[in-house]
């Protein structure tokens, strides 16, 4: 069932999220991922009078959470929604944290579907009010759809072979439960990482599929920079190379600016950075993993609009 999640990076987000948009005016920090509201309860405990946080999650149960933090503390509101919808929070926002994936009461509740180690009805919408669920997608797609959808997201090099035996067993029986699909995979996969489950790679592309995990934090990535104030700072914690990779080229090139070719005058305002780096990418400390193996492959990147 529902446990706790530990929040990820915790002190460190936060502190990078509020230390921003000084003398800005600006009053309204957000929290795309309200998970159960670790982050989010650590900014309102900082926010100063006046200031106001707006956090977003598609998951119901969040909503649930959420509702207790909005009963007890007029600064917070929580939006039932994809932070790829950021502007429902307003413009000139002075922070926007992301923290992303699935948190751990999803992965622990069977009854969700996102985990392996669990048993329970092949799900894993984090919005499971409406759309497509895993198992609708793979009893019904084509061999070529789930053929990408395991290499783009999973990066599963036997993606070809899985497929192969997924379509096989559809065809005797629908897939209904993850506890099936974890021993379908395993015994198709020929590869077992190590420390790694064989079905991990299939169950985290599907999970991306279903929600459309990349695709969300692309729509925010177009956007978000003209939605923060000058000075407002966004940070986002990863917990796999495809989405960290996704953050850290947007932050690269906002920072660098138009590509010209060498020589070409330009004045300095028409160069086109629009984000300033702010250091290095963070990743957990010793004592952080030691009490949360979940923070192992989190890495977190802070940058600040300057235009
Ligand atoms: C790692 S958890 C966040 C945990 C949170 N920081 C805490 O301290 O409890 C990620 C959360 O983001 C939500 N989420 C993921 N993608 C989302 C999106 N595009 N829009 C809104 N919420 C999203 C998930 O439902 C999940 O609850």
């Known amino acids: 069932m529902s446990g706790m999640h530990q929040a990820v990076l915790l002190e460190e987000a936060v502190e990078a999220l509020m230390a921003g948009a000084g003398g800005t005016g600006s009053e309204v920090y957000v929290d795309g991922t309200f998970g159960r509201g670790g982050h989010s309860a650590a900014i309102l405990r900082v926010l100063s009078d006046g200031q106001r946080l707006v956090a977003f999650d598609k998951d119901p149960e969040a909503m649930e959470s959420a509702r207790l933090l909005s009963s007890e503390n007029p600064a917070f509101s929580f939006l039932h929604d994809s932070f790829g919808n950021l502007e429902r929070a307003g413009s000139g926002l002075a922070g926007v944290l992301l923290d992303l994936g699935v948190s751990s009461p999803q992965l622990d509740d069977g009854s969700r579907g996102f985990s392996f180690q669990q048993q329970g009805p092949l799900d894993m919408r984090m919005d499971n009010s409406k759309g497509e669920t895993a198992a609708e997608f793979i009893n019904s797609a084509s061999e070529a759809d789930l053929r990408r959808v395991l290499w ?51 169950f985290q592309a599907l999970r991306i599929h279903v929600n459309r995990e990349l695709a969300d934090l692309d729509i925010l990535l177009g956007k978000v920079i003209d939605l923060l104030a000058v000075g407002g700072r966004l940070v986002v914690i990863s917990f796999h190379s495809l989405e960290d990779r996704r953050v850290k080229t947007f932050m690269r090139r906002e920072a660098r600016g138009r590509e010209l070719p060498r020589g070409v005058p330009i004045r300095d305002d028409e160069r086109g950075e629009r984000l300033r780096l702010l250091g290095k990418p963070r990743r957990a400390s010793d004592d952080e993993l030691a009490a949360n193996p979940r923070a192992r492959s989190a890495i977190m990147r802070v940058a600040e609009r300057i235009a």
Do not use: C, Q, Y
Not at 166 to 190: C, I, Q, S
Not at 192 to 197: A, S, T, V
């Open 152 to 202: 783009d997201f999973g990066e599963e090099k036997f993606a070809r072979r899985i497929v192969s035996a997924l379509v096989k067993r559809r065809m005797v029986e629908p897939f209904e439960r993850t506890e099936d699909l974890a021993a379908v995979v395993a015994a198709a996969n020929p590869a077992w990482e190590k420390h790694k489950h064989p079905a991990t790679r299939t």
